[in-house]
C-alpha cells in the first residue's frame, strides 16, 4: 500500500491531495471500471491542474489502484476481526447469524459508498491484481470467520461447506454491490434498498444460504467427498 507520510504540517496538503484523487478515482473506477478511466480524468475530477498528478503522488496508476483496494481491505479486516474478538471473548460465536454479521456489518459501515461496487468490478476483470494487492496479513479476518462457520456447519461435507463460501461471496458481492449502484443514484428514491428491513432479509438470506441441509443424490455426494481434501475456495477479496 502506498502510504502518504504526514511527519510535519507542510505536508499535509500532499496527503489531503492524495486523499482526493483516490477518493474521485474511486468513484470513476465503481462506475467506469479500471481500464475506462484515464490518469488524466482522475487529475481533472480531482482538480489537480497537473495531468501527472497520479504518477506524482503514487508512482503509476496502478499503484493508484493497489493502494484503494488496501484503504477497504485494511478497514474492513480491523472491524470484522474486533467484531470477532468480542464474540469469542463471551464465547462465541454462537450461531452462522452471529458469523454473518460479524462479516457483513463492517462493509455496510464502510466510510466510501463506492468501494463494493468497485471491488466486484476489479474482481471479475482484474481478479489476478486485485488478490496481489492484498496482503494475507489484511485478510485474516475473513478466514477466521470460515473457520467459525465450518464449525458451526457440522451437518455439511467440507467440500460442501467450501462450495457455500464461494457461493457467499459471489451473493455478498452481486447484492451489495447492487445496493450500492442504486444508493448513488439520486435521481429517484430506493426505498427496497434504504430499508432497514431489507438489510435484515438480507442477512437472513445469507445466514440460510451457508447453513441450509445439503439434498444432493448419493453418488454425487460420493463423488464431492473423494475430491474433498484438493477443493477448496479461491482466496477471497476483501468483501469474500
Given amino acids: 500500500m502506498v502510504r502518504l ?7 499535509s496538503p500532499r496527503a489531503s491531495a492524495g486523499d482526493q484523487l483516490k477518493k474521485v478515482a474511486l468513484r470513476l473506477f465503481a462506475e467506469r471500471g479500471v481500464d475506462g478511466v484515464t490518469v488524466r480524468e482522475i487529475a ?18 496502478e499503484a493508484l489502484v493497489r493502494a484503494i483496494v488496501m ?3 485494511i478497514a474492513l479486516d480491523r472491524e470484522r476481526n474486533a467484531a470477532i474478538d468480542r464474540l469469542e471473548a463471551t464465547g462465541g460465536p454462537h450461531c452462522v447469524r452471529d458469523v454473518i454479521d460479524a462479516l457483513i456489518q463492517p462493509v455496510l459501515d464502510l466510510h466510501d459508498e463506492h468501494y463494493v461496487q468497485f471491488i466486484v468490478i476489479f474482481a471479475m476483470t482484474h481478479r489476478d491484481m486485485m488478490l496481489d494487492a492484498i496482503d494475507p496479513a489484511w485478510n485474516h479476518a475473513y478466514g477466521r470467520c470460515l473457520d467459525h462457520l465450518r464449525r458451526l456447519t457440522p451437518h455439511l461435507p467440507g467440500t460442501i461447506q467450501n462450495q457455500r463460501f464461494v457461493f457467499m461471496g459471489a451473493y455478498v458481492g452481486a447484492v451489495l454491490a447492487a445496493r450500492q449502484r442504486a444508493l448513488a443514484d439520486h435521481s429517484r428514491a430506493h426505498p427496497m434498498w434504504s430499508s432497514a428491513a431489507s438489510i435484515e432479509h438480507f442477512l437472513q438470506t445469507l445466514a440460510a444460504l451457508v447453513s441450509a441441509p445439503v439434498d444432493l443424490a448419493t453418488p454425487m ?3 464431492m467427498a473423494g475430491r474433498e481434501a484438493i477443493f477448496l475456495p479461491d482466496p477471497p477479496g476483501p468483501i469474500g
Avoid: I, L, R
Avoid at 5 to 11: C, G, N, R, V
Avoid at 44 to 61: D, E, L, M, T
Fill in 5 to 11: 507520510q504526514q511527519s510535519s504540517a507542510d505536508e
Fill in 44 to 61: 481533472a475530477a480531482a482538480g489537480q491542474k497537473n495531468h501527472g498528478a497520479v504518477g506524482y503522488y503514487f508512482g503509476s496508476k
Fill in 71 to 73: 484503504d477497504g481491505a
Fill in 221 to 223: 455426494m460420493n463423488g
